[in-house]
């Protein structure tokens, strides 16, 4: 993700510095773009775009204009590519090209991301076993972005049994991907690809299913797929069907792999379906039917749902439920709704839960023993600050992974 956030701060310096210096040239003449007026009328109002055309991404006057306005841009900047080269090394000199992400232990794999001096993407590795051991690269963004205008990696997963690598490549920048399944023993590519999906892809159990979301006409994530290794994804099997459009679905698995999540929501309201993940064949089984305003987060532990809501509460409250019987009729406090504390989320471990808080403006983690109840916040020395749960995928372990950061601390990952 670091890699990734340099090169998107690269590109925006190439974009951003013509600008800077536009007002410096000598006048010239801007394209014009001509005017088609389109009439819009909705709920009794009228409107007229008088340059909807240029939403005609295939047109070729669409494409003749931008190349104008890109012939302009370059005309009335020319006097300062000098200044520009100057200021472009100036800022690339402060960042550390050559990083290493905080490394995630994943079972016996330790996976990491690494970027290098001159390569403008992330380069994604594992160790098996300890840090010292031999890096293992299953996949090199710079390698796939050879003789492309542009490559965006989507979705990355890593099968249950570490053998394959499920990703998505999108290389136009629309956000539509396609998926490709790597085998990590041999490097090589499976012939199942996966076009149009989105950023949701989770592996069953079995190592041989994923679950995907596809996109409508309008970019929105509103229908999930399962595909199994080795067959057509022409044949896939349609699991869900969002026709809300006001919805968009996602999905996730738990932290404990028990349960693969479909979550479907609008600006104020969400609804979760759940499966379980040893059982791909089966079917996703909802919580709680979608009520207007209310939204609802599910986390998993054993034989419960940890669930964060706004149900009668504004600032949110922590409520469990068992997973056989999940109707909200059943659901049990854990922690009340507050009116000077906001419950932001949970996140569940083998022996406790973290709870995500703000008070007073100020972003806290409470951590709750399941064993007795016990609850402490962890503790900071300075008045403002900004911390969060960082990436922790183990679900049996003590140790608990969070990003701080203040005015005066740069940005920390501590365990």
Known sequence: MAGEKKALFLSAIVCVLPLIFSGCAAPVRPPAAKKVPVTFELNGDRRTDDYYWLKERDNPEV???????????????????????????????RIKETDLSVPVRIDDYYYYTRTEKGKQYPINCRKKGSLNA???IILDQNR???????????????????????????????????????????????????????????????NKTIFYDVLDEVKRPYKLYKHKLGTDPAGDELIYHEKD???????????????????????TTSEVHF???????????IIHPRQH?????????????????????????????????????????????SRDVKIDGVDAFVN???VSEREKGLTQIRI???????????????????????????????????????????ASVFD
Request: hydrophobic share 30%; net charge negative.
């Open 63 to 93: 494409i003749k204009y931008l190349e104008a306005e890109n012939a302009y841009t370059n005309a009335v900047t020319k006097h300062t590519r000098g200044l520009q080269r100057k200021l472009y090394k100036e800022m690339l000199s």
């Open 293 to 337: 305003e209310m939204e609802y987060y599910v986390e998993h532990h054993e034989d419960n749902f940890y669930i964060v809501t706004n149900d009668n509460a504004k600032n949110f409250k922590l409520v469990s439920v068992t997973v056989s019987n999940p109707a909200k009729e059943n659901w049990k406090e854990v922690i009340g709704h």
């Open 144 to 206: 796939l972005a050879r003789g492309k205008k542009f490559c965006r990696i989507g979705a990355f997963s890593v099968s249950p049994n570490h053998k394959y690598l499920a990703y998505s490549e999108d290389n136009d920048g629309s956000e539509t991907f396609t998926i490709y399944i790597k085998d990590l023993d041999t490097g090589t590519l499976l012939k199942d690809q996966v076009p149009n999906t989105y950023y949701s892809v989770e592996w069953a159990n079995d």
């Open 368 to 410: 709750m023993n399941l064993a007795d109840s016990s609850a402490h916040k962890i503790t900071f020395p300075e008045p403002v600050y900004t911390c969060e749960p960082g990436d922790n995928r183990e679900f049996k372990t003590n140790l608990l992974r969070f990003n701080y950061t203040s005015l005066v601390t740069p």
């Open 275 to 285: 499966l379980d993940a040893d059982n791909p064949q089966g079917s996703f089984k």
């Open 352 to 354: 406790h839960l973290v």
């Open 245 to 267: 459009d006001s919805y968009y679905l996602s999905l996730s698995k738990t932290r404990s792999r028990k349960y693969l999540l479909l979550n479907l929501a609008s600006n």
């Open 134 to 136: 031999k890096e293992e």
